[in-house]
């Protein structure tokens, strides 16, 4: 059971004050403004959030503890004039802290910009804000906040709904677009209510590897943007990094013409990212040989197997198989379905692929080579990368035939 204010006198923000009777509007009389937004000038973000912040627009940003949360919000804070950063996890100094490592030229200047308010009281966060003109407001975190008009913890179910509703009306009512972070466990589940996620415009949510310094930061709802836009960022010594060219990074430690090496274009939201993919392939010890895959849903890797086992003439019924995409990324397209069965097949029978190659294609269950959208995209991509052999439906069939390219 779930205490919830039904209603209450003083909520200050409700946008009708005489409820008599609710106003029919014919949808044509509805005013429909383009809303202008204001651009971060962080460029991976603007891009996961559609182009920049819409004025009242609220976004959740989710992500397991540590993960750079914090990070990037702050240096978002010290970008954009008059923001107040409610810090209810964190004491200011800390965050001072925080910006001092991430020191760069401009920040004396933006850290006098920047107000931070060591309060979780929802009430007294607005309170205080309405009296002074704001362009931003980031709440680190939504966890943290409480409100006295109802009983429980702060971080229960009841009181996150409350504060977020709180904080969803003064961002409507005032034009001013809120932040909130909230975590998520291990599971990646939001550490209290989904219901969260209905009641914010935009949730964001940042993923990576706890040992790789790749974040990525997708977009899982946004009700003024795309919904498959991917921001790629490294965390380093002075705060979160852009990536501007991912499939550099990804590929920054290939070592070419290796056996067992295969290049796959993937898409990442719009845009194609180069990734490679590793395959190990030996003799195996046990009745009933491994396959394990990392970074590929190992249920894929058994069917390709299983189609290479089929259709060509390796025999890796009794081989331990080991698949992995280097540098940490997760791919869960089927375009990657042919660069697998490449790496497995070049690692098989110990012949590298050609040092210009990349695949993209899904593999059908009768040995086919299958299309696959953004075609042209990825073959640009791959060619400024100086991939310039692209394997696919366009210029093999089989797979059959394609594995016949490491014979030469
Ligand atoms: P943080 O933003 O506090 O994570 P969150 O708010 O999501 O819990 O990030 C904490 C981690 O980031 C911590 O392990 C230290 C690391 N870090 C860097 O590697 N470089 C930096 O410049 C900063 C500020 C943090
Ligand atoms: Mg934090």
Redesign the pocket.
């Known amino acids: 059971m779930v205490e919830a204010i039904v209603s209450t006198k003083d909520s200050r923000f409700k946008v009708h004050d005489s409820r008599t009777g609710a106003k029919l509007q014919n949808l044509g009389e509805v005013e429909g403004k383009v809303a202008e937004r204001r651009v971060t000038g962080i460029g991976e973000l603007d891009r996961v959030l559609g182009g920049g912040l819409v004025p009242g627009e609220v976004v959740l940003l989710i992500?397991?503890?540590?993960?750079?949360?914090?990070?990037?919000l702050t240096q978002l804070a010290l970008r954009i004039t008059n923001t107040v950063y409610v810090c209810g996890?964190e004491s200011p100094s800390q965050v001072k802290l925080?910006v001092e490592?991430?020191s760069s030229l401009h920040t004396r200047y933006a850290m006098d910009s920047l107000k931070m308010l060591a309060e979780t009281d929802v009430d007294a966060v607005i309170g205080t804000i309405e009296k002074v003109e704001l362009s931003l407001l980031i709440v680190?975190s939504v966890q943290t906040l409480f409100t006295s008009q109802l009983p429980g913890l702060a971080g229960s179910i009841s009181q996150i709904r409350e504060c977020t509703a709180r904080l969803i009306n003064y961002a409507k009512a005032r034009n001013v677009p809120v932040l909130l972070?909230g975590h998520v466990t291990k599971e990646g589940e939001m550490a209290g209510p989904k219901v969260l996620e209905h009641m914010v415009d935009a949730v964001l949510e940042?993923t990576g590897d706890r040992y790789y310094d790749l974040r990525l930061l997708r977009t899982q709802k946004n009700r003024f943007g795309a919904t498959d836009e991917v921001g790629v960022f490294r965390?380093?010594?002075?705060?979160m990094e852009e990536v501007n060219n991912p499939s550099e990074v990804f590929l920054s430690e290939r070592e070419e013409g290796a056996v067992g090496s295969a290049i796959a274009v993937v898409m990442e939201g719009t845009r194609p990212v180069l990734v490679e993919v590793q395959a190990l392939v030996v003799d195996s010890e046990l009745p009933v040989p491994r396959r394990v895959a990392t970074g590929i849903d190992v249920r894929r890797v058994q069917i390709l197997l299983g189609v290479l086992q089929k259709y060509t003439r390796l025999s890796i019924g009794t081989k331990d198989v080991f698949v992995k995409v280097a540098g940490g990324i997760t791919v869960k397209e089927p375009a990657v379905d042919l660069a697998i069965t490449l790496a497995v097949a070049s690692s098989a029978s110990g012949k590298p692929l050609p040092k210009t190659a990349a695949a993209v294609g899904e593999v059908g269950l009768l040995g086919e080579v299958r299309s696959v959208n953004f075609m042209e995209k990825r073959v640009k991509e791959a060619t400024k990368l100086g991939y310039t052999t692209v394997y696919s439906r366009d210029n093999y069939r089989k797979v059959s035939e394609l594995v016949k390219i490491l014979k030469r």
């Open positions: 992500g397991e503890p540590g993960i750079g949360k914090s990070t990037l996890e925080r490592r991430m680190d972070v940042l965390m380093g010594e002075s705060g």
